[in-house]
C-alpha cells in the first residue's frame, strides 16, 4: 500500500530572495532548489510560496525605495514576477522539474468556488509532479483583495491543501525571546505552542524593508496554519540542507506546533477570511457558550448587530469586550437580525413574518477565532 506522501509549503521571503534587495539571490535559489529536488526523490509533494517580485522589480527599475503608490508598488510586481519566476524556472529545469507560476488574490480564495478551483489545480499540478510556485497577484490586487503578506498567503495555501508543514524561511535563525537585532542576549524559542499567547507579547510586528511579514504575522500564519493541523517551522533561509535535514527529523529553527487536530475543510475555508461584512456583539452567557460548546448562534445570546450584511455573508461574533470570538455566514440579513436580537427563536414568525432557521447561524457555518 502506498504510504502518504507528506506535502510542505514553504514559503521564502523577499528579503532572502533578493540578498536584501541587492539582486537574485542565484546562488541560495540554487541551493533552495537543491533541498527541494532532494525531497521529491523521497516523495515529497512540495509547493512553493515565492515573495520578492516588488523587490526584484525594484532592482530592475533602479528604484531604492519601495514605492508607496499602488501604481507603483503594482509595476514594480508585474516587472520583477516575471524575473522571479524565470530564475526559479531556469533552475527546477536543471533538475528536470517542472514549474508552474500560481498567482492568487484573497478573493480567489474567499469565495466558496473559486476556492475549490485553486483547490483543484493545485492537486493536479503537484499530482503531475510539477512545482507549484505561488505568489500574491500584486499586479491586481488592491487593499480589498489583498491577503496583505505571504506568511498568510501561505498559511491559506497550507489549510487549501490540508499540507503537513509550513516552513517559513526568513532572514534570521527563527523566532526570539526578544528582537536579537536589538536585544543581543535574545534567546532561539525552539519550540512553542503556535497558541501560546506570551508569543504575541515578544514577537515584532516589523517586517523588513522589502517585505511585509514581521514575527508577529509568522505567528498569526502558524496559528491559521494549524488550522488544517499543520506544525510551523521558522528557519533561517541560508541553513545548509534544512529541509532534508527537517524531513529526517532534525531540529532548526523555530517549530511551533499546531497541537490540534484538523478542523473540517469547510471551517478551515471560513476561517480564512480575512474581511467580514459586520459584527454580532454577544453577552457574556453566549459568548462563553459558542467557546466552549461550539453550539448555533441564537438571536437570543445577540445583544447588538453592526454592519450591514445580506444572510449568507461572514460576520464576526465578538463577546462583550470586543474581543472575537468566532465567525459565521449569517442566515438572516443585519435589519432581521436586528429585529431579532435578545428574542428567544419562538418569536421570530410573529417579529419577522417568516423564519429562515432558528439558529442566526448554524454551527456549520460557524469557526471559533480565540483560542
Ligand atoms: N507578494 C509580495 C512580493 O512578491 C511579497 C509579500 C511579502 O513580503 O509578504 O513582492
Redesign the pocket.
Known amino acids: 500500500m502506498k504510504t502518504h506522501s507528506p506535502c510542505w509549503i514553504v514559503k521564502i521571503?523577499?528579503a532572502m530572495i533578493t540578498n536584501h534587495g541587492t539582486g537574485l539571490a542565484q546562488h541560495h535559489i540554487q541551493t533552495w532548489v537543491e533541498q527541494i529536488a532532494a525531497l521529491i526523490r523521497q516523495d515529497y509533494q512540495l509547493v512553493l510560496v515565492?515573495?520578492?517580485?516588488?523587490?526584484?522589480?525594484m532592482q530592475r527599475m533602479g528604484w531604492q525605495q519601495r514605492p508607496t503608490a499602488l501604481p507603483d508598488l503594482q509595476a514594480a510586481?508585474a516587472v520583477?514576477?516575471a524575473g522571479?519566476i524565470q530564475a526559479w524556472e531556469q533552475a527546477f529545469q536543471q533538475r528536470n522539474l517542472l514549474t508552474a507560476q500560481v498567482l492568487l488574490t484573497h478573493d480567489d480564495l474567499s469565495s466558496r468556488k473559486r476556492y475549490l478551483n485553486a483547490r483543484s489545480s493545485l492537486r493536479t499540478l503537484i499530482r503531475l509532479g510539477v512545482i507549484p510556485i505561488i505568489?500574491?497577484n500584486?499586479v491586481v490586487a488592491n487593499d480589498e483583495l489583498r491577503v496583505?503578506?505571504?506568511?498568510t498567503?501561505a498559511a491559506l495555501v497550507t489549510n487549501l491543501l490540508a499540507a503537513d508543514k509550513m516552513i517559513l524561511l526568513t532572514d534570521q535563525e527563527g523566532l526570539y525571546t526578544a528582537d536579537p537585532r536589538q536585544q543581543p542576549d535574545a534567546e532561539l524559542i525552539h519550540t512553542a505552542s503556535a497558541h501560546d499567547p506570551e508569543l504575541d507579547q515578544i514577537a515584532s510586528p516589523h517586517?523588513g524593508q522589502?517585505?511585509?511579514?514581521g514575527m508577529l504575522?509568522k505567528i498569526r500564519a502558524a496559528r491559521l496554519a494549524s488550522r488544517s493541523g499543520a506544525d510551523t517551522v521558522i528557519a533561517s533561509g541560508q541553513q545548509p540542507n534544512l529541509l532534508p535535514e527537517l524531513a529526517q527529523g532534525l531540529r532548526h529553527g523555530t517549530l511551533l506546533r499546531a497541537g490540534q487536530a484538523p478542523e473540517a475543510a469547510r471551517k478551515r475555508w471560513l476561517a480564512g477570511q480575512l474581511q467580514v461584512a459586520g459584527h454580532l456583539t454577544l453577552d457574556a452567557g453566549a459568548a462563553e457558550r459558542l467557546c466552549r460548546a461550539g453550539t448555533s448562534l441564537l438571536a437570543v445570546g445577540i445583544v447588538t448587530v453592526s454592519g450591514t450584511f445580506r444572510r449568507g455573508e461572514l460576520v464576526a461574533c465578538v463577546d462583550p469586550a470586543g474581543q472575537e470570538v468566532a465567525r459565521g455566514l449569517v442566515n438572516y440579513a443585519a435589519d432581521e437580525i436586528q429585529q431579532l436580537c435578545g428574542h428567544s427563536s419562538a418569536e421570530i414568525a410573529t417579529r419577522l413574518g417568516y423564519v429562515n432557521e432558528d439558529e442566526m447561524i448554524h454551527r456549520d457555518n460557524l469557526v471559533l477565532t480565540r483560542h
Do not use: H, I, K
Not at 515573495?51 to 522589480?57: D, I, L, M, Y
Not at 496583505?148 to 506568511?151: A, I, P, W
Not at 522589502?210 to 511579514?213: D, S, T
Open positions: 521571503g523577499s515565492s515573495s520578492g517580485a516588488v523587490a526584484v522589480g510586481a520583477g514576477q522571479l505568489n500574491e500584486d496583505g503578506d505571504n506568511d498567503l517586517g522589502l517585505g511585509r511579514g504575522t
